[in-house]
């Protein structure tokens, strides 16, 4: 007896209109790159600038009015909830930003969270987890792990149902994998139905996609910018030791994990992390599903581009699906 693996993988055609959007947005990006002054070479002094520089950027977000900031005690502390409701809820979406374990906050992807709760009907909350270098490994899995620990607790009580999924994008991504083998490992939970997961990063020893790097887009995520980061979140584990499990869930056992649908540019460096990941989740027995975009870059979810809205739409689709497929 056979069964099917349980992967699916789509790669999205655009049409000639949308590919030229994304390569004069992809020029823009180039020429402010190139504008961009050098960066402070200690670890602390080079986050804060860049710090600095996302508040000022145009494609994050800023706080919605509809939005509300909650604080919970946690074993490790106060931790914020950034807590977003539509008129109809029939789930909770636990989302974890990104910014490569250094930047961003709870608010980083309020926008695309408001969208996700108006559309999946799921009441959105996003979680302020502590930032490297001045928090680093383990602290942001605690913080979301104990995020989620609430939601299962609490959930009905705050929202009206048990039915939670989880998602992220880029270091988010990796911290909700993370999230989801701490609760079934430490915990014995799986309480999460679905798990959304965008350009994220899932080994710390680097894929080849990831250490070959692309010498004609320096303007996007780099080898080396990689390495920065992963050096903020594991400044005290040896190049030879992040592919441990602990660190780098590619390598853990993934049984038991939820459908799961990933999102990638295939000209991101990263792109070998959801093609590596998407099959060894299938392999493990749970259905993955990917969707491929052409030239954007890592970060497209956060620009105005209509592929960006057709790859938002794909997972808010997925996220509802899951929801309305529980009993």
Same mark, same amino acid.
């Given at each position: ?145 104990? +995020?989620?620990? =609430?939601? &299962?607790?609490?959930?009905? *009580? %705050? ?8 998602? /992220? ?108 990941? +998407?099959?060894? =989740?299938? &392999?493990?027995?749970?259905? *993955? %599903? ?8 890592? /970060? ?28």
């Amino acid at each position: 007896m056979t069964s099917c693996f349980p992967l699916q993988i789509s790669v999205v055609q655009p049409t000639a209109v949308e590919i030229q959007e994304v390569r004069t947005y992809n020029q823009l990006l180039e020429r402010a790159a190139q504008k961009i002054p050098a960066l402070p070479t200690d670890r602390q002094e080079r986050a804060g600038a860049m710090r600095e520089a996302l508040r000022k950027a145009p494609v994050v977000s800023k706080p919605l009015p509809v939005g509300e900031t909650r604080r919970i005690s946690t074993p490790d502390g106060e931790l914020n909830l950034r807590v977003l409701i539509p008129s109809e809820v029939r789930g909770v979406y636990l989302d974890i930003h990104g910014g490569g374990w250094v930047l961003g906050d709870a608010t980083l992807g309020e926008r695309l969270n408001w969208e996700m709760a108006q559309a999946a009907k799921v009441a959105t909350v996003s979680v302020d987890y502590r930032l490297a270098p001045e928090y680093p490994y383990p602290a942001a899995v605690e913080d979301c792990v104990n +995020a989620a620990l =609430w939601l &299962a607790d609490n959930a009905i *009580a %705050e929202f009206g149902t048990n039915c939670l999924t989880i998602g /992220g994008e880029s270091a988010g991504a990796y911290l909700a994998v993370m999230t989801l083998l701490q609760l079934r490992d430490r915990y014995n939970l799986l309480p999460f139905k679905a798990a959304n997961l965008i350009y994220g990063i899932y080994d710390l020893g680097g894929t080849p996609s990831c250490r070959r790097g692309n010498p004609a887009r320096e303007f996007d995520l780099t080898p080396e910018a990689m390495q920065w980061y992963i050096n903020c979140f594991l400044p005290e584990v040896a190049i030879a030791s992040r592919r441990e499990p602990q660190y780098s869930p590619l390598y853990a056992d993934l049984r038991g994990m939820p459908p799961a649908f990933l999102t990638a540019s295939r000209s991101d460096i990263l792109l070998d992390d959801t093609l590596f990941m +998407a099959s060894r =989740w299938a &392999a493990a027995g749970s259905s *993955a %599903e990917v969707a491929l975009y052409p030239e954007l870059t890592h /970060g497209f979810t956060l620009q105005p581009l209509a592929l960006a809205k057709t790859a938002t739409a794909r997972s808010q689709h997925f996220i509802r699906q899951q929801i309305l497929e529980q009993p």
